[in-house]
Structures are given as structure tokens and as C-alpha cells.
């Protein structure tokens, strides 16, 4: 029998596991609980819904795959395509994470996890508008009225996420698009 699990660290582990196994679609309040040995009651006083363990298992495994990110980086190529890889290698690892995530937690605009997914991705869009802003190379006069920093970012951003939704194996074309845009 498995030990007990009681803190939240444990049992975000546990529904990380779980999330590894059988796919984030298919993590629940009672096999999380029968997995830590704890009473599901118990979970509830940690998560008070399934849609509240959700989101902090969601958050938890963007931290995890975030951990690695250069967070001052200035070539802004490469944060793009190390970004790329991040993701792409923590979906590798959690399988169909990033689909179900980005297309799960995007049908409600008012809802917890709609919220907290846009905080996950404006924190890698802020990243990124830092490195190209910090990039030596990047000429200047790409960025008129018609393209601010943010909306280039808004839209690398974009294409980074249809390229993991498409699986793609690489970015090569958008780092190409970029660095003839930008360089």
C-alpha cells in the first residue's frame, strides 16, 4: 500500500503521476485520493473541485516545464525556439498535455482556468518581449505603427502554439519567418 500522502507538494506529485499514466482528461478527485491514501474529503479541504486540482496540476507541470527557461536571455531566436522545445519536450513527457490544456482550459473566458492559463502564457509572452527588446540585432525600424514588440511576440506566440497543437517535430519556418523579419 502506498504511503500517506498529506501535504499538497505530495499530492500534486501523485497527480502529476497520474497525469503521466493516463492523460490530464483523465485525472479525478478519487484516484487521487486512492492513490495518496487519504479520504477524498481530505483532498477537498487541499482542492475544493476537481476544476481547482486542475489548474494547480496544470500549473504545477508548466513550472516543471518551465524550470529550464532562461528567464534574461537577448537572442530572442533562441528563446524562441528554446521556448519551443521546453514545451515540446514537457508534452513528450506528459502526453497530450498542451493540446488538452490550451484547448480545455480556453472555452470559458470567465473561468478559473481560463484565467490562470492566460497568466501562464503572459508570463512567457512578457519573457519573450523582453529578450527582443534586449536583442542588439533586431533592427529597430521593423517595429512601427503597424507592428508593436507585443503584437510580433502575440504572434510567435501563436505560431509556437499551432505548431505543438500540429505536433510538429520542429520551428524551423517560424525561426526562418523571424529572423528574416526582425535581423
Given at each position: 500500500?502506498?504511503?500517506?500522502?498529506?501535504?499538497?507538494?505530495?499530492?500534486?506529485?501523485?497527480?502529476?503521476?497520474?497525469?503521466?499514466e493516463k492523460g490530464l482528461?483523465?485525472?479525478?478527485?478519487?484516484?487521487?485520493?486512492?492513490?495518496?491514501?487519504?479520504?477524498?474529503?481530505?483532498?477537498?479541504?487541499?482542492?475544493?473541485?476537481?476544476?481547482?486540482?486542475?489548474i494547480a496540476t496544470i500549473g504545477s507541470i508548466w513550472q516543471e516545464i518551465m524550470n529550464g527557461f532562461d528567464h534574461k536571455g537577448s537572442n530572442f531566436d533562441k528563446k524562441v525556439e528554446e521556448?519551443?522545445?521546453?514545451?515540446?519536450?514537457?508534452?513528450?513527457?506528459?502526453?497530450?498535455?498542451?493540446?488538452?490544456?490550451?484547448?480545455?482550459?480556453?472555452k470559458n473566458k470567465k473561468d478559473k482556468g481560463r484565467i490562470a492559463m492566460d497568466q501562464y502564457f503572459g508570463h512567457i509572452k512578457n519573457i519573450l518581449v523582453y529578450s527582443l527588446r534586449n536583442d542588439l540585432k533586431v533592427k529597430k525600424e521593423f517595429f512601427a505603427?503597424?507592428?508593436?514588440?507585443?503584437?510580433?511576440?502575440?504572434?510567435?506566440?501563436?505560431?509556437i502554439i499551432n505548431l505543438l497543437l500540429r505536433k510538429s517535430t520542429d520551428c524551423t519556418p517560424l525561426l526562418y519567418i523571424v529572423r528574416k523579419c526582425i535581423y
Open positions: 500500500m502506498n504511503k500517506k500522502s498529506t501535504s499538497a507538494s505530495e499530492i500534486m506529485e501523485v497527480c502529476k503521476q497520474l497525469v503521466v482528461h483523465e485525472l479525478n478527485m478519487r484516484d487521487v485520493a486512492a492513490r495518496c491514501n487519504v479520504a477524498l474529503g481530505s483532498l477537498y479541504n487541499y482542492y475544493p473541485s476537481k476544476n481547482d486540482l486542475l521556448l519551443y522545445f521546453l514545451v515540446k519536450n514537457g508534452s513528450d513527457r506528459y502526453p497530450n498535455f498542451f493540446n488538452i490544456h490550451a484547448l480545455g482550459l480556453a505603427q503597424n507592428m508593436s514588440e507585443e503584437m510580433f511576440v502575440e504572434f510567435v506566440f501563436d505560431n
